[in-house]
Nanobody
Framework: QVQLVESGGGSVQAGGSLRLSCAASGYTDSIRYMGWFRQAPGKEREGIAGLSPVTGTTGYADSVKGRFTIVQDNAKHTLYLQMNSLKPEDTAIYYC???????????????????WGQGTQVTVSS
């Protein structure tokens, strides 16, 4: 069993930066993939970044590519999302997710993941 806890959300003006953290506890050696998702009001949850703890391979949605960076700290069992040049359209609840089984789905698909954090709110004002 793995638990995920996000932190680091908050309010920032457009052009600013935030760093989200996702602390994993429990049987973290079982994690095969991790991802960041977000859900804006009235919209479906979308995958924005993914990372393989095994290979270090990363993936990004076009909407955040070049602005967001997904990073892992294995020693701290923590996943980060560095968000720069934030825009009002980045306002959403951000979730991290972990997969214990290698499934043939894209990192951006919710079906790839087994467990989710509770989410952290990010609000970007213009």
């Amino acid at each position: 069993q793995v638990q995920l806890v996000e932190s680091g959300g908050g309010s920032v003006q457009a052009g600013g930066s935030l760093r989200l953290s996702c602390a994993a506890s429990g049987y973290t050696d079982s994690i095969r993939y991790m991802g960041w998702f977000r859900q804006a009001p009235g919209k479906e949850r979308e995958g924005i970044a993914g990372l393989s703890p095994v290979t270090g391979t990363t993936g990004y949605a076009d909407s955040v590519k070049g602005r967001f960076t997904i990073v892992q700290d294995n020693a701290k069992h923590t996943l980060y999302l560095q968000m720069n040049s934030l825009k009002p359209e980045d306002t959403a609840i951000y979730y991290c997710a972990a997969a214990f089984v290698s499934r043939p789905y894209s990192w951006s698909s919710e079906r790839k993941y087994d467990t989710w954090g509770q989410g952290t709110q990010v609000t970007v004002s213009s």
